[in-house]
């Protein structure tokens, strides 16, 4: 019996330079399961957001050969690195991504939060970032985020025209963008580090936090995440969420001592 996948809709081509498609998988002409592949940053990276086999055809192997079918479409789009995404606690599922190459790129952790706001440290204050703040943390953001995709395999001009517009879309009014807070933390009177919260998934979610290199190691990027959450709970929410890359330790063990847990771990592969 041969596993193929049908295209189930058009190709999906999006206001932001992404793409998306959802596939039947079939084995012969019989459907046996789908499988949705999209891109996350222009057509340069895609992934695997959503993978399911009906009971009666699990444990047949349907499910490798669908996600090496979705390697090759990815491939065809020109992308360079194949991400999914498995829900916490999907054994299986993982079992699967390591088995066909995939390593731990990132996970997005969640906190509920109480009903009163977290008060920061003495000495400690958050207030909106100002104009000129904005404009150099956009510039920086700019040079770090084309650093990464460089490791993409992207050349030097194309990560920059990347990032550019990436941050163009996404904050295309500046501070006053909607959903966006952008915020400066100061300790004793000094700057030691921002933070941006926006939205996705329909929930609040810190995009970027980072403080001062002079100024690292003092317990401030605790307190950054204690501005966002006292932030987020006077905006009458309930969970706040982030994403942290593999390997980040010290990030890692941040967020979990103030209570995030894991919602999805990020596996990815490079597409030779």
Same mark, same amino acid.
């Given at each position: 019996?041969?596993?193929?996948?049908?295209?189930?809709?058009?190709?999906?081509?999006? %206001?932001?330079?992404?793409? +998306?498609?959802?596939?039947?998988?079939?084995?012969?002409?019989?459907? /046996?399961?789908?499988?949705?592949?999209?891109?996350?940053?222009?057509?340069?990276?895609?992934?695997?957001?959503?993978?399911?086999?009906?009971?009666?055809?699990?444990?047949?192997?349907?499910? %490798? /050969?669908?996600?090496?079918?979705?390697?090759?479409?990815?491939?065809?789009?020109?992308?360079?690195?194949?991400?999914? /995404?498995?829900?916490?606690?999907?054994?299986?599922?993982?079992?699967?991504?390591?088995?066909?190459?995939?390593?731990?790129?990132?996970?997005?952790?969640?906190?509920?939060?109480?009903?009163? &706001?977290?008060?920061? &440290?003495?000495?400690?204050?958050?207030?909106?970032?100002?104009?000129?703040?904005?404009?150099?943390?956009?510039?920086?953001?700019?040079? %770090?985020?084309?650093?990464? @995709?460089?490791?993409?395999? @992207? +050349?030097?001009?194309?990560?920059?025209?990347?990032?550019?517009?990436?941050?163009?879309?996404?904050?295309?009014?500046?501070?006053?963008? =909607?959903?966006?807070?952008?915020? /400066?933390? =100061?300790?004793?009177?000094?700057? !030691?580090?921002?933070?941006?919260?926006?939205?996705?998934?329909?929930?609040?979610? !810190?995009?970027?936090?980072? %403080?001062?290199? $002079?100024?690292?190691?003092?317990?401030?990027?605790?307190?950054?995440?204690?501005? $966002?959450?006292?932030?987020?709970?006077?905006?009458?929410?309930?969970?706040?969420?982030?994403?942290?890359?593999?390997?980040?330790? &010290?990030? =890692?063990?941040?967020?979990?001592?103030?209570?995030?847990?894991?919602?999805?771990?990020?596996?990815?592969?490079? @597409?030779?």
């Amino acid at each position: 019996m041969t596993t193929t996948l049908r295209p189930a809709e058009p190709l999906q081509q999006h %206001t932001d330079g992404t793409r +998306s498609r959802r596939y039947q998988v079939c084995v012969n002409s019989r459907s /046996v399961g789908e499988i949705h592949l999209a891109t996350v940053i222009g057509t340069i990276v895609a992934r695997i957001t959503g993978l399911r086999i009906e009971e009666p055809d699990r444990r047949r192997g349907r499910a %490798t /050969v669908a996600a090496l079918a979705a390697e090759e479409v990815a491939r065809g789009w020109g992308c360079r690195r194949i991400d999914t /995404v498995v829900p916490a606690g999907d054994e299986p599922a993982l079992r699967l991504a390591r088995t066909l190459g995939y390593a731990p790129s990132a996970r997005a952790m969640r906190k509920r939060l109480g009903d009163v &706001p977290p008060e920061l &440290p003495e000495g400690t204050s958050g207030r909106p970032m100002t104009e000129a703040e904005f404009e150099d943390w956009l510039v920086r953001g700019r040079e %770090t985020y084309a650093h990464s @995709l460089t490791a993409l395999g @992207l +050349s030097e001009e194309e990560a920059r025209t990347q990032s550019r517009h990436d941050h163009e879309t996404r904050l295309g009014q500046g501070l006053a963008t =909607e959903g966006a807070r952008f915020s /400066v933390l =100061e300790h004793e009177g000094t700057p !030691v580090g921002t933070i941006w919260v926006g939205r996705a998934d329909d929930a609040p979610w !810190v995009f970027d936090v980072g %403080t001062d290199e $002079a100024y690292r190691g003092r317990g401030h990027g605790r307190s950054l995440m204690l501005l $966002a959450e006292a932030q987020t709970i006077a905006d009458g929410e309930r969970t706040l969420a982030l994403n942290v890359r593999a390997g980040n330790t &010290p990030a =890692e063990r941040l967020y979990a001592s103030l209570g995030y847990e894991t919602t999805r771990h990020v596996l990815a592969k490079p @597409l030779l």
